[in-house]
């Protein structure tokens, strides 16, 4: 299983996100052995390290760690390949310059049959690698340049659309970030138990959301913290990262946030 993280916030934080002891997610405890990507967004552009080798023994990844970068958005993945062999090419979150911003895509679940989609087609000879995650993501960009809109609840509606096609596929949890807006759509996922992996199912993303209130409190979970927030907030993760505060995101949710902010939501 993969397994997606991202932050939407008010200010810059430095999360600290440890890849090494999130390893344990995802290179020990469970099966995630092929590669691990996170991305810190910085105005225009971002901070982005990738690696197709297991975070939970890897130099690079404790770099990470110890290198803190404040950022306003954020988008992690920790990968088990289904589609694709491990490579730096196949490794989230995925990435092109749009419009002179960078943006990000990163995606857990399966899309079989997304190469006879009937629009993928044109856009298999630009995957860098041979994912159908990054086949989706470059089918989205393609959907959002033909809307030709920078409002964020019309991108939200194509980004929702989308979903739903994929959805129809197989799993399709999507994090998307755009250089402004941080996209978000829920869907179903497999989780491990003693007995192996399940069938798909709900949730597929929660969310744990902090507000003015929480201001000066300090986060801290297996994995993952931050040392004080500062103000509005959005924390999105495949599983619970702590005891306390998530919400699961029922299937079809797709939210558009800003800078700890959401600003529209729907259900498809």
Same mark, same amino acid.
């Given at each position: 299983m993969c397994e997606l993280f991202a932050m939407s916030a008010s200010v810059p934080h430095a999360v600290r996100y440890e890849l090494d002891l999130?390893?344990?997610?995802?290179?020990?405890?469970?099966?995630?052995? +092929?590669?691990? @990507?996170?991305?810190?967004?910085?105005?225009?552009?971002?901070?982005?390290?990738? /690696?197709? +080798?297991?975070?939970?023994?890897?130099?690079?990844?404790?770099?990470?760690?110890? #290198?803190?970068?404040?950022?306003?958005?954020?988008?992690? $993945? *920790?990968?088990?390949?289904?589609? @694709? #062999?491990?490579?730096?090419?196949?490794?989230?979150?995925?990435?092109?310059?749009?419009?002179?911003?960078?943006?990000?895509?990163?995606?857990? @679940?399966?899309?079989?049959?997304?190469?006879?989609? #009937? +629009?993928?087609?044109?856009?298999?000879? $630009?995957?860098?690698g041979e994912t159908d995650s990054e086949l989706a993501f470059l089918m989205l960009l +393609?959907?959002?340049?033909? /809307?030709?809109?920078?409002?964020?609840?019309?991108?939200?509606? *194509?980004?929702?659309?989308?979903?739903? /096609?994929m959805r129809e596929l197989g799993s399709a949890n999507f994090l998307f970030f755009d250089g402004d807006y941080l996209f978000v759509h829920a869907d179903r996922r497999r989780f491990e138990t003693e007995d192996g992996l399940t069938e798909p199912r709900e949730p597929g993303l929660n969310i744990r959301s902090f507000e003015k209130s929480h201001r000066g409190d300090r986060w801290t979970a297996r994995g993952a913290s931050i040392e004080e927030i500062s103000g509005p907030l959005h924390l999105f993760a495949s599983v619970p990262l702590d005891p306390d505060g998530w919400e699961p995101l029922p299937r079809g949710t797709a939210i558009v946030v800003k800078d700890g902010k959401i600003v529209s939501q729907s259900m498809s």
């Open positions: 999130f390893a344990a997610e995802g290179g020990e405890r469970h099966r995630n052995r +092929d590669g691990w @990507g996170i991305l810190f967004a910085q105005d225009r552009d971002a901070y982005l390290f990738r /690696e197709p +080798d297991p975070a939970a023994t890897s130099e690079l990844a404790r770099m990470v760690v110890r #290198e803190e970068r404040p950022c306003k958005h954020l988008i992690a $993945h *920790v990968r088990r390949a289904s589609s @694709g #062999e491990p490579a730096l090419a196949n490794t989230h979150p995925f990435d092109r310059v749009v419009h002179g911003k960078r943006n990000a895509f990163a995606h857990n @679940g399966d899309l079989p049959g997304i190469e006879n989609h #009937e +629009d993928a087609r044109a856009f298999i000879p $630009h995957r860098i +393609d959907r959002l340049h033909r /809307e030709e809109s920078a409002d964020a609840t019309v991108r939200l509606g *194509v980004f929702a659309r989308f979903a739903t /096609e």
